[in-house]
């Protein structure tokens, strides 16, 4: 069966994904596209053969459409995903799920009133071989019980329209989805500590920012978020157990010796550092829609919780205050409490 994609917003994610579902994913076609931006939309159905849709409504309700992926901005994430499950079709939706815990608490009714999982939301690292060997070290107890996490997201640059909350809700998201799904775990606080600023920061930005999150079992962890690093796009992570310790590989590249050093490249976006990771997560949503499975991939109940911790984390960052993220039980729909 071949899985007939609609996609909403077609910018630089949804250009992407365009093109991996065409060319690299196989199972799927996108047939049906919509931007606020007409010529946009033209611009990126024209290549693949899909026609151009009004918008997000005619999308959703569209016969040639089995599921939906959503790419426009965060704030327009809800409303669409709620029409997809209103009409019983799978829906991708890229981070966040919605920009407010109430619009995501939202959805995950509306999907439980559903009576199955429909939305899958694309936190991507859960589908990096990296992490997920990681995963499988911390799971067979390879370096025991974890104690402490440290982590780092950085960034080259940023244009000067990121804000300093963004560094939590755009940037240390990702961090926090991956983090709840590695420790199997919940983060109930959050704290941000402020170091001397970089000179390469916008004026109303503040960065780096330290984050420090403790979780329901006791583990601390420490995030770097420095989104004007300059020398490349770096991500790492390094768990700290009881009996040893286990670090996130960095991507596989070639190490050159030559003029006296040796040197291995640094990726420089995070096209170019999540590249497989995104292929497997859509080969894998793609598969599973086919064999007509539910998601199995970070629930709408992933996307509220990184939502609430995010936003907590945004008040920390305001008060300087240790916030707690109160997140509410996790319905058994969604597998329980962490
Ligand atoms: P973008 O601004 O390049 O593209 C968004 C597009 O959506 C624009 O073309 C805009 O016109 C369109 N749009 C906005 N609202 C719309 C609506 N209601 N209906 C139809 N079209 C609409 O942004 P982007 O960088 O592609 O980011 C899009 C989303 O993807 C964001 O939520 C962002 O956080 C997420 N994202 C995820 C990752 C990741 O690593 N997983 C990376 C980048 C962006
Ligand atoms: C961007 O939106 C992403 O999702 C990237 O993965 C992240 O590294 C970057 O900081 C965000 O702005």
Redesign the pocket.
């Known amino acids: 069966m071949t899985v007939r994609v609609g996609v909403?917003?077609?910018?630089?994610?949804?250009?992407e994904h365009i093109r991996r579902l065409t060319h690299t994913v196989t199972g799927a076609r996108v047939t049906a596209v919509?931007?606020?931006?007409a010529d946009?939309a033209a611009r990126a159905a024209g290549p693949v053969g899909a026609r151009v849709l009004p918008?997000?409504a005619a999308v959703v309700a569209a016969g040639d459409v089995d599921a939906v992926l959503v790419?426009?901005?965060?704030p327009?994430?809800a409303?669409?995903v709620l029409a997809a499950v209103a009409a019983g079709k799978p829906v991708f939706c890229?981070?966040?799920l919605a920009t407010t815990a109430e619009d995501c608490l939202r959805i995950v009714e509306a999907e439980q009133a559903r009576g199955r999982r429909l939305v899958q939301v694309?936190?991507?690292r859960r589908y990096d071989a990296g992490y997920r060997q990681l995963k499988e070290v911390i799971d067979a107890g390879r370096i025991g019980t974890p104690l402490i996490v440290h982590c780092a997201h950085r960034n080259p640059g940023v244009p000067d329209t990121y804000t300093s909350d963004m560094a939590a809700l755009?940037t240390a998201v990702?961090e926090v989805d991956v983090l709840r799904w590695l420790l199997d775990d919940e983060i109930v606080s959050a704290q941000v500590v402020l170091p001397r600023a970089t000179r390469h920061r916008a004026a109303h930005l503040k960065d780096p920012q330290i984050m420090l999150f403790e979780t329901a079992k006791g583990v601390r962890i420490d995030l770097e978020v420095f989104v004007n690093c300059r020398y490349g796009y770096d991500i790492q992570c390094e768990a700290v157990g009881e009996e040893g310790l286990a670090r996130l590989p960095d991507p596989a590249a070639v190490a050159v010796r030559g003029a006296g050093q040796h040197t291995t490249p640094v990726p420089t976006d995070?096209v170019a550092r999540?590249q497989d990771a995104?292929d497997t997560e859509f080969r894998e949503w793609i598969a599973g829609i086919a064999a007509g499975e539910a998601p199995t991939g970070p629930s709408a109940w992933d996307g509220y919780a990184a939502t609430a911790i995010t936003t907590a984390t945004v008040e920390a960052l305001n008060s300087g205050a240790v916030v707690t993220t109160d997140l509410k039980p996790r319905p058994a729909f969604y597998g329980g409490a962490a």
């Open positions: 909403i917003g077609a910018g630089w994610i949804g250009t919509t931007d606020l931006d946009r918008d997000g790419t426009s901005w965060g327009t994430h409303g669409h890229e981070k966040p694309g936190f991507m755009d990702h995070w999540f995104f």
